[in-house]
Each structure stands twice: as structure tokens, then as C-alpha cells.
């Protein structure tokens, strides 16, 4: 059966079937329908759909909000498309955002919510206000012969039975020492069980690298798991326990992600 043919054979179907059919596919899915035809149209920007594209406990992550989030939203799918803008939660330490395509969940937790060995030692790292960052600040390693970074999340908090990335956002300055005479190991746990461990340089080597992101600022993939539907810890970490010095490196926080189709400027 052509498109054409099975936008007819969806049209003749009652209002209430066509948006319950409509809210099982996907946000770049209901956009495309509303272009079809005005009764599409409608069925496809029916609060029932877009209902189904936010997330369960989207009332919650609105209240967690740095600053308040007051706008009169008159549907679900013009407040689908605010949460599509990075969201400041939790006193400023995270930063949320929905996928506008699939309406997955993104999360950016700063360099002040992650577990960094040393970190409150302004001999080893400086915290200083940076307008580069999403956050207003970044902490940037002044020197170290160890390095130990660690970002923790819950499964419940992302999209379900979705495949994830994890990422630490960095940058390097400009006289940085160290960062590439040794590579770091870079693993994920969920619950008691490691589904991923590698390698990275954190400098410029042929192992596997940063890379540039839309936002200006680099990432370096810590690896990748499955969302699934439990509720168990998710632990990603960085260890590079060489013992040379090291120095220069400007962290941002970690950034999870699905896997597919993405927006760096979360």
C-alpha cells in the first residue's frame, strides 16, 4: 500500500482511533501527518498525542526548574517543543532536554554534581565562573598525578528500552600538560554489572580521541548501555591513575544521550 493510499485508509478511521495510532508513533512521525490534510491535522496535534510523547514524570522535571516554569502552554505539543530547549534543573546542576525527533530523554550533569577525587582542593582544581558553560562555571584541573572523575544517574530517569551514550564534555587550555601520556579508562556500570569498559586519551593521540561538538566545546565517548525498565544505579567514570602529571583540562560534566539522532547543544 502507497502513502497515499494509507493516509485515506487512516482518514476514514474515527478521531479518537486516529490519535491513539497517532501518539504510538513518534514526534517527527505526528509532524509529518499534520501536513497530510486538515482532519490529519488535527488528529495530529491533539493533546492525546503529544500527551503520550512527554514523559511520564514530566510535571515533576518542570518543577525542578531553575527558574520557574510559568508560560502558559496551551497543548502538549507546544509544551513538547519548550522541553526541546535545554531546561535547567535541580539548583542549576543539571541540565534537561527532550530529543525533538523521539521525544527521548538528554540530561547534562555539571562538573559540581559529579565526584571528582580531589576536587574541593583549589591547589589540584580551580572552580571559576566560565560563559562558555551552560552552567556558569567549569572546573578546571590545575595539576594532578591521578585523576578519578565519576557522574551517577538512575535508570528510572531516562526513556525506557532506549540505547544510551555517556560523554564527558571538556576542553583543553592552551599550555595543558600530561593529558596525553597515558590513556584513561573510561567504564559503565549499571546495577552490579559492567556493560561497558575502554580506553581514551584525553590530548591529541590516534587512540581514540575528543571530538568537536556543536556547542564549542569537545567529548570524549565513556561508552554506551541500555536504559531497559528497572530502577538501578548508572555509574560513569573516567580513571587515569598513571602517575604523570597532568594539567590544563576544563571539565563541563557528562553528558546521556540516546544513541540516535541527537543535538549536542542539549
Known amino acids: 500500500m502507497n502513502d497515499m493510499a494509507t493516509c485515506s485508509t487512516i482518514e476514514s478511521l474515527p478521531y479518537d482511533c486516529v490519535s491513539e495510532i497517532l501518539s504510538r508513533t513518534s514526534p517527527l512521525e505526528a509532524c509529518r501527518f499534520s501536513l497530510v490534510s486538515t482532519s490529519l491535522g488535527s488528529c495530529a496535534d491533539s493533546d492525546t498525542v503529544w500527551r503520550a510523547f512527554l514523559p511520564s514524570d514530566y510535571e515533576d522535571i518542570v518543577s525542578r526548574a531553575v527558574n520557574p516554569f ?23 546542576n543539571k541540565s534537561f532536554k527532550l530529543d525533538k525527533c523521539w521525544g527521548k530523554q538528554c540530561y ?58 555517556a560523554y564527558l564534555i571538556m576542553k583543553v587550555c592552551d599550555g595543558a600538560y600530561g593529558l596525553d601520556s597515558a590513556p584513561s579508562e573510561v567504564s559503565i556500570s549499571v546495577g552490579n554489572k559492567v556493560q561497558h569498559r575502554g580506553k581514551a586519551y584525553l590530548g591529541d593521540r590516534t587512540f581514540q580521541v575528543p571530538s568537536k561538538r556543536e556547542d564549542g566545546w569537545m567529548e570524549i565517548e565513556m561508552g554506551e548501555f541500555f536504559s531497559g525498565e528497572g530502577d538501578e544505579e548508572i555509574i560513569m567514570s573516567l580513571r587515569e591513575v598513571g602517575y604523570q602529571l597532568k594539567g590544563g583540562l576544563i571539565l563541563e560534566g557528562i553528558q546521556v544521550r540516546p544513541k540516535t539522532s541527537y543535538s549536542a547543544k542539549c
Not at 82 to 92: E, K, Q, S, T
Not at 137 to 163: D, P, Q, Y
Open 70 to 92: 510559568t508560560l502558559h502552554f496551551s497543548s502538549h505539543k507546544q509544551l513538547f517543543h519548550a522541553l526541546c530547549h535545554p531546561l535547567l534543573i535541580d539548583h542549576g
Open 108 to 165: 547534562i550533569i555539571s562538573a559540581r554534581e559529579l565526584s571528582i577525587a580531589r576536587g574541593s582542593d583549589p591547589m589540584i582544581w580551580s572552580w571559576r565562573p566560565n560563559p562558555e558553560s551552560r552552567f556558569g562555571e567549569a572546573a578546571e584541573l590545575r595539576r594532578v598525578n591521578w585523576l578519578e572523575i565519576e557522574g551517577k544517574m538512575r535508570r528510572r530517569n531516562l526513556t525506557r528500552n532506549t540505547s544510551y551514550g
